[in-house]
């Protein structure tokens, strides 16, 4: 098979082929989907959806169609995984979403993989693995944070934490807001010792084996235990790999209790102020759609990525012709042969970064000296 030259890729391309090829060394199979969807599957799932508003129009025959938001729900409206047999799928897609800051549409490119069927302890590795992998292709300096929904449920239910109070408790947790916390044990909404706890759980930002640590002190109900459980061992799967160094566990990762179970993750690079990379285990979110399976994914913000991936121009060589069409064409090949870019032109380009320049007179190929 034929090697395909990325050079004349733009980053966002790149980016793609890049991640399509990672999917697929992990035995992911590409998922194909048209760009619109039935409105009623984002109507009745609007708060997944990061914003509600949505394209729609009507078709030919009547019906309301939407251009796609989300990728997730349409994989698993249309899955035929169970618990014995697992999918295992990848996609490169557009979807389309509604910009606050601009008040307006935009078209956004992601990458990225969904495991459907059973989710087991190998399954969540693979996953984070390939995550990390997804990271270190758009940036040498990257950072995976992962929290484990389970083990901050159970912390509300241990402290019997009153349900009407939970989204404001989740959003102080991912704000990391301790002042917030303090204030509501001034006004007696909560206890002291449920802030000691809370407060302690917010401050977590750490390696995995400090962070386990921390968390270990914290539990006291069944089910924190058991998210403690299996976050212990997925690091002891992963400590002997590659990146896991890169690898924090911090329980700000933005998450919804009503959607996803269990671990959730974001990953960031230094060129970027916010996530490029968001994912997580969405059971909940099967169950809603009567989908008897575990589910695991995470999408990779490919367009976001590509504006800050600032890479070099490659140089190229540039042949200052005296107009010999077939011998400069000859010339020029020969030179592309040996892996060289190469510019036929008159004059000196000035839009390109210059690599070596050549002279072509009276059939003879001269190299000029690049000032």
């Known amino acids: 098979m034929q090697t395909i030259k990325t050079d004349s890729l733009t980053n966002e391309e790149k980016i793609s082929v890049l991640l399509g090829e990672l999917f697929q060394s992990f035995g992911y199979v590409r998922y194909s989907m048209t760009k619109f969807e039935e409105y009623s599957l984002y109507g009745e799932n609007k708060d997944f959806l990061a914003n509600g508003n949505v394209i729609t129009f009507l078709s030919g025959d009547g019906k309301m169609l939407a251009l796609r938001p989300d990728v997730t729900l349409s994989i698993l409206k249309n899955t035929n995984a169970t618990r014995t047999n697992s999918e295992k799928v990848f996609y490169i897609e557009k979807v389309y979403r509604y910009d606050k800051e601009t008040k307006s549409f935009k078209e956004i490119s992601q990458a990225g993989v969904e495991m459907l069927g059973n989710v087991d302890r190998a399954s969540i590795a693979e996953i984070v693995v390939m995550a990390l992998n997804s990271l270190a292709a758009l940036s040498d300096d990257f950072v995976l944070d992962i929290s484990n929904i389970s083990f901050v449920k159970g912390m509300f239910d241990g402290y019997d934490i009153d349900m009407s109070l939970r989204r404001t408790l989740t959003k102080f947790l991912k704000d990391k807001n301790l002042h917030e916390v303090d204030n509501l044990v001034s006004q007696n909404v909560i206890g002291n010792a449920f802030a000691t706890a ?81 994912g997580g285990r969405y059971d909940a979110l099967a169950y809603k759609m009567k989908k008897d399976i575990g589910a695991l994914g995470f999408a990779v913000y490919v367009g976001d990525a590509a504006n800050v991936r600032h890479s070099k121009p490659k140089a190229i060589t540039v042949i200052l012709s005296d107009g010999d069409t077939k011998g400069v064409f000859e010339a020029a090949q020969k030179l592309r042969a040996k892996g060289e ?12 970064a210059i690599y070596k320049i050549y002279r072509y007179e009276a059939g003879k190929l001269t190299e000029v000296k690049n000032d």
Do not use: H, W
């Not at 069944?222 to 992963?238: I, S, T």
């Not at 510019?343 to 380009?349: L, S, T």
């Open 198 to 278: 809370f407060k302690s759980l917010i401050s977590i930002s750490d390696k995995p084996a400090v962070a386990l640590n921390k968390m270990k002190q914290l539990i006291i109900t069944d089910e924190m235990q058991k998210a403690y459980d299996e976050m212990k061992e997925l690091f002891d799967v992963l400590s002997s790999g590659k990146d896991t160094d890169k690898i924090r566990i911090d329980f700000s990762v933005e998450s919804d209790f009503n959607y996803y179970t269990d671990i959730v993750f974001c990953g960031y690079i230094a060129e970027m102020p916010k996530a490029v990379l968001k």
């Open 341 to 352: 870019r190469v510019r036929i032109a008159r004059n000196m380009p000035k839009d390109v």
